[in-house]
């Protein structure tokens, strides 16, 4: 059975090449608009660029302040090792420290001596310790001679401590259990 009403297509090529031109400016849209998509995508690659600058410029500055601080810090270690060279150099000059006595127990400060009403020497350190003895001359000379004496038989240093009851000054060796009172 026939249908008269069949319709039977008959598509010539320019309708096909319509179609498919049709289907290429949909899938890849319009001149207009493509040229649109390339501009904003122009727009986005420039301020990319410009930002990524940016970043590295504000790295270079960070790296600039930190060379400053840097060279600040080094000047002052230059100026506190003059200080400290000149200080060196006025300590080997002579002056009034030279008479100063080193604690024995520290090695590091220097002892002040107080005179007491008793006409008794007391000395003191930074480092906390504090003890009767004679004049100061008699006590570097007594220091000297023990320290003499030990060095004869023994190469370790000798220690020195104060004794709390007596507040007087003591030496004892580790190695060689030399004992001396000052």
Do not use: D
């Given at each position: 059975m026939e249908c008269p009403t069949?319709?039977?297509?008959?598509?010539?090529?320019e309708q096909k090449l319509k179609a498919q031109k049709a289907a290429k400016l949909y899938r890849l849209g319009s001149p207009k608009l493509r040229d649109l998509l390339r501009e904003k995508c122009r727009i986005r690659f420039k301020e990319a660029r410009r930002n990524s600058h940016d970043r590295m410029r504000a790295i270079n500055e960070e790296g600039e302040d930190q060379e400053e601080i840097y060279n600040e810090?080094?000047?002052e270690?230059?100026?506190?090792?003059?200080e400290q060279q000149e200080e060196e150099e006025n300590y080997f000059e002579g002056g009034p420290k030279m008479n100063a006595l080193i604690c024995p127990v520290c090695q590091k400060g220097t002892l002040v001596v107080y005179l007491n009403k008793d006409s008794r020497y007391n000395y003191r350190c930074r480092c906390g310790i504090s003890f009767f003895d004679k004049d100061p001359e008699i006590l570097r000379s007594l220091l000297a001679v023990e320290i003499d004496k030990h060095e004869q038989f023994c190469s370790k240093p000798l220690i020195f401590f104060v004794d709390p009851?007596?507040?007087?000054?003591e030496g004892i060796c580790e190695a060689c259990d030399y004992f001396s009172c000052l």
């Open positions: 069949n319709p039977i297509c008959k598509t010539t090529i810090f080094i000047e270690i230059n100026k506190w090792f003059a009851l007596m507040q007087q000054l």
